[in-house]
């Protein structure tokens, strides 16, 4: 069961590990990244330059502790399902009497995502971590998880925030590292008190999206926004198009790819409801292997995803092909050419409901949420024409990037009022259940991947032969009316 079980796993055996991969393959906790289930100790290194703002050392400890609503730590409970619960730190100041970076940073200024920065920023970083040190820090406490889910040698997580103008790099510091290790020997990850940091990540101290989006980076996730500027890029997530105050969840794909969410894999045709991302975590997927399509619950009302004007389901074709890739340094390929650059072909798309594809418009396209999120009214299906989706064909379907009708189809939405949402959903009727994320532990398998003629009553999510069925829908028209009549007695 077990050998049948790995021979199941999603994606391909690859050998290698690379740093922001988008989980490619798992195994690679530590040495890549940081661990993202679990408890995780981590430390904010808050980096004071000369001649910038102060920090507001208040407002920057409150965004990282437990009980800020809208803080780091919640955002990644709730984003997790409780599934990874980071404890943060806050380490003395570090103060720099002028900019630790060379002189073509002017104003010691680096924008989101500068590579430059990578060569500069080894000396900045790897002294920022000795004064952290000096000042009374024990990084030994910062490794209590790992692969394994229990100490490696690794710590769980280092942020460095400054208060220069820094947009956010995550850095990949052992894959760099020539020089000094802080242990007494040279190249690779630094070793403070007896604990590897293999990967830091650097922001500014006035963006808390960056603070979250930086250290998605750590966790393992690439950047989901167009490198080239000519379209924003994913709009639904976090590691996608940016302009956004507020926080807003990880993406279907990200969610799931992470073991965060609660997946539903969907084989035949069903009618179900799908609760709020932001409460169920649900994430639906039709189709399986390398291409295929997530389905989420997003909207207003919860803490974050403030800035959605309405609640919809937001649809994506995922093509795990695009530029994904584990071998060692391949990171550099994505930050240069970014596996959503392609907005016609992107690793992940969002399928937008009135099929005008305005966000693929320029890097100004804004979502549009009433009409970009499928809502009452709204369906997806097959392309009969068999055309590939592109910019001359730019025709929402769930036909496969080929051309090929896929068998799925989204249809008879109805949005209640409470939040979640009623929809048929149709895959295929058979082969879709056996894929797997990893051979056992949390979010490896489906929640559900229920066979035809299967009824979900509530939320059992339990299967019953084409027997029970006609008995279960008997059940639950009388379960209908006495709804309704409890309504009307409620109303009356
Ligand atoms: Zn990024």
Redesign the pocket.
């Known amino acids: 069961m077990r050998a049948l079980a790995l021979v199941l796993l999603l994606g391909s055996v690859a050998s290698y590990a690379d740093y922001m991969d988008h989980f490619v393959i798992r195994d690679d906790v530590g040495v890549r990244k940081a661990p993202y289930l679990g408890p995780a100790e981590i430390l904010v290194i808050p980096v004071e330059v000369a001649g910038h703002p102060t920090f507001d050392l208040a407002e920057l400890t409150r965004f990282f502790t437990s009980n800020d609503p809208d803080g780091f730590v919640k955002f990644h409970e709730t984003a997790s399902l409780g599934r990874y619960k980071p404890h943060v730190t806050v380490a003395p100041v570090v103060a720099h009497l002028s900019c630790p970076l060379p002189p073509q940073f002017t104003n010691c200024s680096v924008a989101?995502?500068d590579v430059s920065v990578f060569a500069a920023g080894i000396d900045f970083l790897r002294e920022s971590v000795r004064l952290t040190d000096a000042n009374g820090v024990d990084f030994s406490k910062l490794d209590v998880n790992g692969r394994r889910g229990t100490a490696d040698g690794w710590v769980d997580g280092v942020m460095l925030i400054t208060n220069t103008p820094f947009g956010?790099?995550?850095f990949p510091f052992g894959y760099f590292n020539r020089g000094d290790n802080l242990a007494g020997g040279m190249g690779g990850p630094l070793v403070v008190d007896g604990v590897k940091i293999g990967h830091i990540a650097i922001t500014g101290s006035r963006d808390q999206f960056s603070q979250v989006?930086?250290f998605?980076?750590l966790q393992g996730l690439t950047?989901l926004y167009d490198q080239s500027f000519s379209y924003p890029g994913l709009h639904f997530s976090l590691?996608g198009g940016c302009c956004s105050a507020n926080l807003k969840l990880h993406d279907a794909e990200s969610r799931f790819r992470l073991r965060w969410a609660d997946w539903h894999q969907v084989q035949g045709r069903q009618r179900v409801r799908i609760g709020p991302a932001e409460t169920t975590g649900e994430v639906w997927r039709l189709g399986v292997g390398d291409e295929y399509f997530l389905i989420e619950n997003r909207g207003p009302g919860g803490v974050f995803d403030k800035q959605f004007t309405a609640r919809g389901l937001a649809v994506y074709h995922v093509d795990r092909r695009v530029k994904l890739k584990g071998d060692e340094g391949k990171f550099q390929d994505r930050i240069l050419d970014g596996v959503n650059d392609d907005k016609w072909h992107p690793y992940i798309l969002n399928l937008q409901a009135d099929g005008l594809f305005e966000l693929q418009a320029s890097d100004a396209a804004r979502p549009d949420y009433e009409n970009d999120l499928f809502r009452d009214g709204d369906a997806l299906g097959a392309d009969s024409s068999g055309t590939p989706f592109s910019a001359d064909h730019p025709v929402a379907s769930t036909n496969y990037y080929s051309g090929t009708p896929s068998g799925i189809f989204i249809s008879d939405i109805t949005v209640t009022p409470e939040g979640p949402i009623d929809v048929t959903l149709e895959a295929p009727g058979a082969d879709q259940c056996n894929d797997r994320l990893c051979d056992e532990g949390v979010g490896c398998a489906p929640v559900t991947c229920e066979s035809p003629g299967a009824w979900k009553v509530g939320g059992c999510g339990c299967n019953v032969g084409a027997e029970g069925a006609l008995g279960l829908g008997l059940l639950l028209l009388l379960e209908q009316r006495l709804r309704r009549r409890q309504q009307r007695v409620f109303r009356g």
């Open positions: 989101r995502g956010g790099i995550a989006h930086e998605g980076h950047d590691m």
